[in-house]
T-cell receptor, first 119, second 116 residues
């Protein structure tokens, strides 16, 4: 009964390939996120979706495209992989409902991460 | 924009020692503040949080108090264990209605190693 799950856990691929990482949450949350953790452990948000709608899109190359088929899933597709894309990618979700001004719960729950290695 | 600064690590302590990891932030308004912990090979887990000034978050013997006047949220534990060895992240989330609401801004992380 994992709350936020990601697949695969490890992904090793060649430069130039296209790959996807999947994320699912069974918490009934409305908002999901993708974060990137670099080799120095620094974490930075990439995207956020609320009820399948893109809310946050940080300065991320357009080779990265999130897709949310429903509010329980947020997948990350990466085209033309580059060496610099090697990192750990974390999915997260939160209960908060975008636009509400009172009583929102902003705690984010993270998945186990996907370690992407581009050779 | 929002930012979080943590004390540089790594921090190495003996078991039962007192732990402090400093965290200061820059944000407008009243952000929510968090400490997340990442054990080796795992994802991030929420350790504790505080949503308004003078709130104290606590969990598993760890504590942190939201200090608006010093824009700080220092993490403390009175007696660390070997099992506390992990990376600790301070983070903030803008208040509802803020331009960065829903976006966690993290500090750089502090590696803690506790020896028996």
């Amino acid at each position: 009964d994992t709350a936020v799950s990601q697949t695969p856990k490890y992904l090793v691929t060649q430069m130039g390939n296209d790959k996807s990482i999947k994320c699912e949450q069974n918490l009934g949350h409305d908002t999901m996120y993708w974060y990137k953790q670099d080799s120095k452990k620094f974490l930075k948000i990439m995207f956020s979706y609320n009820n399948k709608e893109l809310i946050i899109n940080e300065t991320v190359p357009n080779r990265f495209s999130p897709k949310s088929p429903d509010k329980a899933h947020l997948n990350l597709h990466i085209n033309s992989l580059e060496l610099g894309d090697s990192a750990v990618y974390f999915c997260a979700s939160s209960q908060d409902r975008w636009g509400e001004s009172q009583g929102a719960t902003d705690t984010q729950y993270f998945g186990p991460g996907t370690r992407l290695t581009v050779l | 924009g929002n930012s979080v600064t943590q004390m540089e690590g790594p921090v190495t302590l003996s078991e039962e020692a007192f732990l402090t990891i400093n965290c200061t932030y820059t944000a407008t308004g009243y952000p929510s503040l968090f400490w997340y912990v990442q054990y080796p090979g795992e994802g991030l887990q929420l350790l504790l949080k505080a949503t308004k000034a003078d709130d104290k978050g606590s969990n598993k013997g760890f504590e942190a108090t939201y200090r608006k006047e010093t824009t700080s949220f220092h993490l403390e534990k009175g007696s660390v264990q070997v099992s506390d060895s992990a990376v600790y992240f301070c983070a903030l989330s803008d208040q509802p209605g803020g331009t960065s609401y829903g976006k966690l801004t993290f500090g750089q992380g502090t590696i803690l190693t506790v020896h028996p």
